[in-house]
């Protein structure tokens, strides 16, 4: 046993520990077919990333569930990982050779692809480095990346067996195009942005006659793939012109006027350009008329030679947008511009301004594999925590599309797709199978003469398989693997994620489980909030209100900043930040280290000094021995609940009111030793704390696992290989429990605490020293229910009480649950101040007793709470209705 530090210095205590359950090896599992498994897979965080606060957040309350878990016997597993992060690796690699002067086009695909892994080995561990001062017990020898080889392998196997199910296709499709990342993303990775943007009035002339028509536009610089003009068909403006032609500004090129009701006829002029490569709707339009398709766009987002106008061919979209419009202004075309306030689609990895880009991709049908994932939910196989996101999840799986899978770039997966010359297509998982299809359609095709597709699979077709492959879930029988860990640790339990990738990772899963399992990948989803500033924005770079996590653990603690982060944080709400929670953390930890070190200065009694200890001591810590064991037991009673409801934030804050407020600021207290000077502590007593302050701590464990690591370590003789890590958790005891529910005794020392309470504050308003003892008379004939707990208020109140059934003068009121107590201070009452006190108390109470009263009249209250809840509402009608009796009686005997 260590010597404890008169101050506690985290710091030293959090190295310490965590190497220490490193090389204990706590936190790794096995298969072990004598104990039930918990599994958690992380939601594994781009290699390119570091810590921010919403990681922060995610994986404290993982780490809170797998240490409770493992704390409770099972065969905890979390499996940690990073993302490949095709788009925001490749970028990231792209600039660090930019700045070196060299130029991905000059290069090869070889040659980039060992510049990105080379980058990866130097930064791609630092987010997992940072987890661990965070104190997450990931088992760190279970470590994925999605490119590891089998991981990759498993990505592959998949797109073959989706592909010989007839559920990947290839075609062209309009796509988000990414023009700085070059490459398509996905809907969900489009960010809309509200920006201010110029609403261009631009005339069309009839080709024949006089006037044209006037079209509103926010893109003037495609209207040179312009094939038609919409209007509504109902709209009288434009009934007569239905079927005339226009001619293109600058261009003089003649277009038709076309009809279809999906024109809003009070937008802009009710006029609408049809350019089908730059816009999804005009797309479909074009489809439905059988419209000519041309994109005026490369893939940098500048002008192609389609544009045909040569001057602005290779220039920038929003650079063609200023120029020609002046152009236009100066022939006159431009009738006026407006501001206009738009939503903006943007890259969530470039923040490049997408483009609606018609382009070959390889796509998953979504419709079938959708189902059981719907279902799943639906049938309550599969838990959304909080249940208000069912109905966002149907939503979504009820109205999926296609999933387009190609991404252009080199960092991923490559499409295992191989062209024939003859422009066929063979999948496969190997050249070598593919070249075996070849040549089942050719016998005389070499493997010279296949070309595999340049393109990569997005970074979600690798994520979406992850608590699969993470077990090698995806190894075939000829790799002599008997599936021991996946089938040991598959399902997993919980998957702890954010509600923004609901859709496009956690649905996919679900889907990705049933289709290559035949089950699910875990069983409860416990999504949490977004983190926020204090002012409820989202934290970001660009407001610098987002403070560096590393920073603030060094500041107030790991533990502190954990439960700092937990203290505010409802499932699926989002949590205001403040600094002043982890202050609030940072001061509960000097609390808990302080409090310990009180109990450092008792002195165990043996058998001949023993004697010496008063039997009012011994007694007093008997009772509150006995109250806190109820106390905490029912207090464990209620954290189990909110566990069970992934109610994380409540289940601390319970832990938290147990520790500080019932154990340091009443237990401690209570039990302390008479004298000041020997500080002798009877030994059942201490025993008893030792055993209630390690019951404290093991339950606090999962919080806040450092500091109570070393209290924990300080309290006994420990061997090595001992933690509280691996301790027993405590169960709830439902003796003690039922004991309560029989004599009521927390009930009981709630009223002596709270009595105590009461004096020490009638003492301080009116600066009379807690040394200066006074009488407190109890109205009543008999002992009172909490008779038992009288020598504790007698003692920490420094009174001395008194029964009677008579109110004596010159006292101060004071309530203890229902019986009315009367404080002799002398000439320090005022008894004019006192009426008006207990006046101002009757009217709270009356206005109290009317809100319940309001509940229980209530039918829908009455029909819709529990029946536990609506006894609670009674009793406390009933005790209110008691103390309100009491007052005014109170009051009678004080007379005018």
């Not at 007839?166 to 996905?186: C, E, F, Q």
């Not at 003692?795 to 029964?803: D, G, R, V």
Request: hydrophobic letters at 35%.
């Amino acid at each position: 046993m260590s010597e404890l530090a008169k101050v506690y210095n985290p710091l030293e205590i959090e190295d310490k520990w965590y190497e220490y359950w490193l090389a204990q090896k706590f936190f790794e599992a096995t298969p072990n077919p004598h104990k039930e498994p918990y599994t958690i897979v992380i939601p594994p965080p781009n290699v390119t990333g570091i810590l921010h606060m919403g990681h922060m957040l995610n994986n404290t309350i993982q780490d809170v569930l797998v240490r409770k878990a493992r704390m409770q016997g099972k065969n905890a597993c979390w499996v940690a990982g990073t993302d490949h992060a095709s788009i925001a690796t490749e970028a990231k690699v792209v600039a660090m050779l930019a700045e070196k002067g060299i130029d991905k086009k000059n290069l090869s695909r070889e040659e980039f692809l060992s510049h990105a892994w080379a980058w990866k080995e130097k930064y791609g561990g630092i987010i997992l480095e940072q987890l661990k001062k965070l104190g997450c017990s990931c088992d760190w020898s279970r470590t994925r990346f999605t490119m590891d080889e089998d991981m990759s392998q498993a990505v592959i196997d998949a797109f073959v067996h989706l592909y010989n199910k007839n559920l990947i296709y290839r075609g062209v499709r309009m796509v988000n195009w990414d023009p700085k990342g070059k490459t398509a993303i996905s809907d969900e990775e489009v960010i809309f942005e509200t920006r201010k943007a110029k609403l261009y009035f631009i005339q069309y002339p009839f080709t024949e006659g006089e006037g044209g028509i006037t079209v509103a536009t926010v893109r003037p610089e495609t209207i040179m793939g312009d094939v038609a003009i919409c209007v509504n068909p109902s709209d009288e403006r434009y009934k007569n012109i239905i079927g005339k032609k226009v001619k293109i500004p600058i261009l003089n090129k003649e277009i038709p006027i076309i009809a279809d009701d999906y024109v809003d006829a009070e937008f802009g002029t009710g006029a609408l350009k049809i350019t089908p490569a730059h816009d999804k709707n005009d797309y479909e339009i074009g489809v439905k008329f059988n419209l000519e398709v041309i994109d005026v766009l490369d893939e940098n987002g500048n002008l192609s030679e389609k544009c045909g106008i040569p001057k602005y061919v290779g220039k920038d979209r929003f650079a063609v947008r200023k120029e020609i419009t002046k152009e236009l202004e100066e022939l006159g075309f431009i009738q006026k511009i407006d501001e206009y306030q738009t939503q903006i689609g943007t890259s969530e990895r470039t923040g490049a301004v997408i483009e609606p880009k018609l382009s070959l991709q390889w796509f998953l049908k979504m419709k079938d594999l959708s189902q059981p994932a719907l279902d799943a939910v639906e049938n309550g196989e599969i838990k959304l925590y909080p249940n208000k996101f069912n109905n966002t999840y149907k939503h979504w799986l009820e109205n999926v599309k296609d999933w387009c899978l190609s991404r252009q770039l080199w960092w991923g997966q490559r499409i295992p797709a191989y062209y024939l010359p003859n422009n066929e297509v063979v999948v496969a998982e190997t050249p070598e199978k593919a070249l075996a299809l070849a040549q089942a359609k050719n016998p005389n095709y070499t493997k010279n003469d296949l070309r595999q597709d340049d393109d990569v699979l997005d970074t979600w077709a690798s994520s979406w398989l992850w608590p699969i492959s993470v077990f090698d879930g995806f190894k075939n029988a000829e790799d002599n693997n008997n599936f021991a860990d996946f089938d040991y640790f598959y399902p997993t339990n919980d998957l702890v994620t954010a509600p923004e990738i609901l859709f496009f990772w956690v649905a996919r899963m679900i889907m990705a489980g049933y289709e290559f399992k035949g089950k699910k990948p875990f069983e409860n989803v416990y999504l949490t909030g977004i983190v926020r500033d204090k002012l409820g924005r989202k934290m970001s770079k660009q407001l610098g209100n987002s403070p560096d996590p590393i920073e603030l653990m060094k500041q107030y603690s790991t533990d502190g900043v954990r439960i700092g982060m937990l203290f505010s944080s409802p499932a699926g709400n989002d949590l205001k930040f403040d600094e002043k929670l982890c202050e609030q953390g940072r001061n509960f930890a000097n609390k808990m280290w302080n409090s310990y070190r009180l109990m450092k200065f008792w002195n165990v009694a043996d058998e001949n000094s023993e004697k010496t200890i008063s039997q009012d001591q011994i007694q007093r810590g008997k009772t509150t021995v006995k109250w806190f064991k109820a106390k905490f037991n029912q207090g464990l009673a209620e954290i189990e609940k909110d566990y069970k409801e992934y109610r994380i934030s409540d289940a601390l804050l319970g832990v938290y009111k147990l520790y500080w407020d019932e154990f340091c600021d009443r237990y401690l207290e209570a039990v302390k030793p008479d004298s000041m000077e020997t500080q002798l502590m009877d030994r059942h007593t201490y025993n008893e704390t030792l055993v209630i302050l390690e019951d404290l701590l093991k339950i606090l464990h999962p919080f806040m696992p450092f500091i109570t690591e070393e209290i924990w370590q300080n309290l006994r003789e420990r061997k090595t290989g001992e933690s509280i890590c691996i301790a027993e958790y405590p169960l709830v005891n439902n003796e003690i429990l039922a004991e309560n529910t029989k004599e009521n005794i927390s009930k009981k020392g709630e009223i002596a605490f709270d009595l105590i309470t009461e004096v020490r504050n009638a003492r301080s308003a009116k600066g009379i020293s807690p040394k200066k003892s006074f009488d407190l008379t109890i109205k009543t004939k008999t002992a009172p229910d909490f008779n038992e707990f009288l020598p504790i208020v007698e003692k920490l109140a420094n009174i001395n009480i008194l029964f009677s059934e008579e109110t004596p003068n010159n006292t101060q009121n004071i309530i203890a649950g229902t019986y009315q107590c009367y404080l002799a201070m002398g000439d320090s009452i005022n008894l004019e101040q006192e009426r008006q006190n207990i006046q101002k108390e009757l009217e709270n109470l009356q206005k109290f007793k009317a809100g319940i009263l309001g509940k229980l009249q209530n039918e829908k209250f009455i029909q819709n709470a529990k029946p536990e809840v609506v006894e609670v509402e009674r009793k406390k009608l009933a005790d209110t209705a008691s103390k309100i009796s009491s007052l005014e009686q109170t009051l009678k005997g004080m007379g005018n």
